[in-house]
């Protein structure tokens, strides 16, 4: 069997695992194509949710065994997700009530590094999550906020960004894939010239490629790099990787009787244990799909089988992607417009989230075309990515989002619903 056949056939395969494909909570089956909004639930974090509702202690504790047993979870956890993302200790991950939520208290933290005089850095290619926290809070202390601009095909302006660091820049905000747009940004590359020019604080969101590429904070090179469980196959919650080169930097705003140092001091309240465990049943599961990848190499710790689940995932949606712009290519028509790479040699640089217009339809009436036509779900919106609507002088736009759960058989499904919105719909044809 060639590769792609094995790597289509496990995929086919792990379609059982997510049971909202075989199902419907309005009545009716329906496509979901909207994954960036949110991703499917695997049935391993259902089952830990349902199983830590009904026996997990609340608190945490070091004297009795269920006190004990909290303690090691949260511990666990944190250990998953730092193997998850390359951290190197458990330290370095917090969790929060959601992505948005982590990145306002790491911009209210940083309350001594934003100062008159000095300047930020965002990108018109991010998630509002990633720009209102600087906006309001590094901006309240003094601090100029720079925007970094995009390119005529929407990529980052790269000459942009690196003309608007100097040596007062004390935080650059990025994101590791556009929400929007899906296009990947070059971090790697794209940090080290960051560092070489200046002393900032990198923050990364990665929300929008946790779900479809390995991510490794150390080969990354950020400071600071956020994502949420609900965009990777698991529930609400947001989760912060800390350098902890960098943490005595940070001074989280906390109670006082909360314990005062990493990863303690972030975490306001008590952790959400159900959601919690859900995150870890989303990452067994990936984990799994890494030991079918790596079959018995024993050399394989665990960051590499997330690493190797995670490049399987990558690949596939590839292909998906290749697939989606080879139908859009074929269906050649005036009044349809993708925005973000469209170029199939570049797929390695995109996620498989298509920002898609119709001309003479509003997003929201295309949006329920979709429905009406063939059941399918896609957004409508800015999707908080208002920066690059707002670029292109639109209010709103749509977005069609897969993940490596859908399969050609979606993309069909969608197209044959495209075409009769297209060529046959009687209001607009
Ligand atoms: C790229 C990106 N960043 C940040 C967020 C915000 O994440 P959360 O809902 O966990 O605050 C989203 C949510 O859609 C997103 O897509």
Not at 57 to 74: A, L, W
Not at 184 to 207: F, N, Y
Not at 303 to 319: D, G, L, T
């Amino acid at each position: 069997m060639s590769e792609p056949d094995t790597i289509l056939n496990l995929f086919t395969r792990t379609r059982r695992r997510f049971p909202a494909l075989n199902g419907s909570s309005v009545g009716e089956k329906y496509l979901y194509l909207n994954s960036g909004a949110g991703s499917l639930m695997v049935d391993s974090a259902l089952q830990a949710i349902n199983s830590a509702a009904s026996s997990l202690n609340p608190m945490p504790g070091e004297v009795t065994p269920v006190e004990k047993q909290t303690f090691q979870f949260h511990n666990q956890v944190r250990k998953m997700v730092a193997e998850f993302i390359g951290a190197s200790s458990l330290e370095e991950i917090s969790f929060h009530f959601s992505t948005t939520n982590a990145l306002f208290n790491l911009a209210f933290s940083l309350g001594s590094v934003f100062k008159p005089g000095q300047n930020c850095l965002v990108t018109d290619l991010d998630h509002f999550a990633n720009i209102s926290p600087w906006e309001t809070v590094a901006a309240s202390l003094g601090a100029e906020i720079r925007t970094v601009r995009l390119n005529p095909d929407l990529t980052l302006n790269r000459l942009d960004l690196l003309d608007k660091l100097d040596a007062n820049t004390v935080m650059v905000a990025v994101t590791a894939a556009s929400n929007a747009l899906g296009t990947i940004l070059p971090l790697t590359d794209l940090i080290s010239e960051i560092k070489e020019k200046s002393r900032a604080l990198v923050v990364v969101d990665a929300v929008h490629l946790a779900p479809h590429s390995p991510i490794d904070v150390r080969e990354i090179g950020c400071d600071f790099l956020a994502f949420s469980g609900y965009k990777i196959f698991g529930p609400m919650v947001g989760i912060l990787f800390s350098r902890k080169e960098v943490l005595s930097q940070v001074t989280p705003y906390r109670v006082e009787t909360n314990r005062n140092s990493p990863p303690y001091f972030w975490e306001q309240g008590m952790l959400p244990n159900i959601n919690l465990a859900g995150l870890k049943g989303a990452l067994d599961y990936l984990f799994e799909l890494g030991q079918i990848v790596v079959k018995k190499d024993p050399s394989a710790t665990p960051p590499k089988v997330f690493r190797r689940a995670m490049e399987a995932i990558k690949k596939y949606e590839q292909s998906l992607s290749l697939y989606f712009l080879e139908r859009l290519k074929k269906l050649n028509s005036s009044r349809l417009r993708l925005y973000g790479i469209n170029n199939s040699s570049k797929v390695v640089s995109r996620t498989p989230t298509f920002a898609i217009e119709i001309s003479g339809l509003n997003p929201t009436e295309l949006k329920k075309l979709f429905w009406e036509t063939g059941r399918i779900v896609i957004a409508d919106g800015n999707h908080y990515s208002a920066a690059v609507v707002r670029h292109l002088k639109k209010q709103a736009l749509n977005r069609v989002s897969l993940a490596h759960y859908d399969s050609p058989e979606s993309i069909d499904l969608f197209f044959e619903s495209l075409e009769k919105i297209i060529f046959f719909n009687r209001h607009y044809s």
